[in-house]
């Protein structure tokens, strides 16, 4: 057993490490090379990949798209699955079990069908694919994601919390504003920044729901069709940074608002 502990458990979760980051690192250095194939090992290197990615149109372009999509699909997903996780959240023995899995369905289904039964529903409604359709696709995908994290949160929640709003004179209204949405915020920001970066790396309802306008994903795939190059590692790993950041800076949110309000309860509880 000591032999396990010292040796075997630590080699297996260093074997794991290289197996998920040794492909981005790879990545990262073939953005650095200096020829146009993709080939090892690198003789030379360059920055030039980063620098000419940035001045390139359809990549910026593709990548506003991505943000405007993910920015247009956060805000629906929270204000479907808010409501929603009140909903449920109200809810006790059976009928939570089946609004539960009502709401996380879309989440086990294939993307592929998912995806074309999607563009059949925008057809069968008379929309056309694009922008609208692609945040209305994606929202989908998000919202149950949204509503299990807030779900997570509200099990946490002491009910002295509302009862002692209560007795202070607050109707429910006061209590769910003043009380359980700032108790709720970091499972609704964690829920926001996740329905973001799954939204944005979404390619194939992207695909099947978009329309002249290319999300960065979409773009990506059809850059790929005419080989690999190293501008395409280096666009990758500059999207790959800012969503390490984007995931850093929500982990560290969401950590220190929950160790407030963690601090608040006991003040709370005793009243």
Do not use: C
Not at 5 to 27: E, K, S
Not at 36 to 51: D, S
Not at 120 to 138: E, K
């Amino acid at each position: 057993m000591r032999l396990l502990d010292r040796f075997a458990l630590p080699a297996y979760f260093w074997l794991f490490v290289a197996y998920l980051f040794l492909p981005l690192a790879i990545m990262a250095a073939v953005g650095f090379r200096d020829s146009n194939f993709v080939a090892f090992p690198i003789q030379a290197w360059t920055t030039r990949w980063y620098q000419t990615v940035i001045f390139e149109r359809d990549v910026m372009s593709s990548i506003w798209v991505s943000v405007k999509v993910a920015l247009g699909a956060t805000v629906m997903s929270l204000v479907i699955g808010i409501p929603m996780a009140f909903f449920v959240a109200r809810l006790r023995g059976f009928w939570r079990a089946v609004m539960i899995a009502i709401i996380v369905l879309p989440a086990f289904l294939p993307v592929v069908v998912a995806a074309i039964s999607m563009r059949m529903f925008i057809g069968v409604l008379g929309l056309q694919t694009g922008i609208p359709a692609v945040i209305f696709g994606h929202a989908v995908s998000t919202v149950p994601f949204v509503v299990v994290m807030i779900l997570t949160r509200f099990g946490s929640m002491s009910p002295n919390l509302a009862d002692a709003a209560r007795d202070l004179g607050a109707d429910e209204f006061i209590v769910a504003y003043r009380v359980t949405l700032p108790y709720l915020m970091p499972a609704i920001f964690g829920g926001a920044v996740f329905s973001m970066l799954l939204s944005f790396e979404d390619f194939v309802r992207s695909f099947f729901l978009g329309g002249f306008e290319p999300t960065f994903p979409v773009l990506l795939f059809a850059k790929l069709r005419f080989g690999f190059d190293p501008g395409l590692a280096a666009i990758s790993t500059m999207v790959l940074i800012v969503s390490v950041l984007v995931g850093l800076y929500a982990e560290r949110f969401i950590r220190r608002r929950k160790l407030n309000s963690s601090s608040d309860i006991p003040a709370l509880d005793n009243t």
